[in-house]
Nanobody, 122 residues
Framework: QVQLVESGGGLVQAGGSLRLSCALS????????MRWFRQAPGKEREFVAG????????NYADSVKGRFTISRENAKNTMYLQLNSLKPEDTAKYYC???????????????WGQGTQVTVSS
């Protein structure tokens, strides 16, 4: 059974930074394509960033390009999302997602974490 646990959310002022982590409870972490999604109150869940199995391929939503960086450490079964130059509109619950598809797309895989809240004050 695949379990995902996010951490690192919090309250930060506009312009600040946070680093989110996602730990996956599987020995085969390196076989999963990983993604971050977010959902703000009253809005649909949206794709934020994705990373391929080896970490060599990444993709981002236009709204976060140049500000957020996704990465992974396969030896630690962990994925990260560095959030810089945060804006109030980045306020949302951020979810870790995993799937076994080979091709990295913006579509989610079947496994989700419980989410971690990011709140950006103006």
């Amino acid at each position: 059974q695949v379990q995902l646990v996010e951490s690192g959310g919090g309250l930060v002022q506009a312009g600040g930074s946070l680093r989110l982590s996602c730990a996956l409870s599987a020995r085969t972490f390196s076989t999963y394509t990983m993604r971050w999604f977010r959902q703000a109150p009253g809005k649909e869940r949206e794709f934020v960033a994705g990373i391929g199995r080896s970490g060599g391929t990444t993709n981002y939503a236009d709204s976060v390009k140049g500000r957020f960086t996704i990465s992974r450490e396969n030896a630690k079964n962990t994925m990260y999302l560095q959030l810089n130059s945060l804006k109030p509109e980045d306020t949302a619950k951020y979810y870790c997602n995993a799937g076994s598809a080979v091709v990295l797309t913006t579509s989610p895989g079947p496994y989700w974490g419980q989410g971690t809240q990011v709140t950006v004050s103006s």
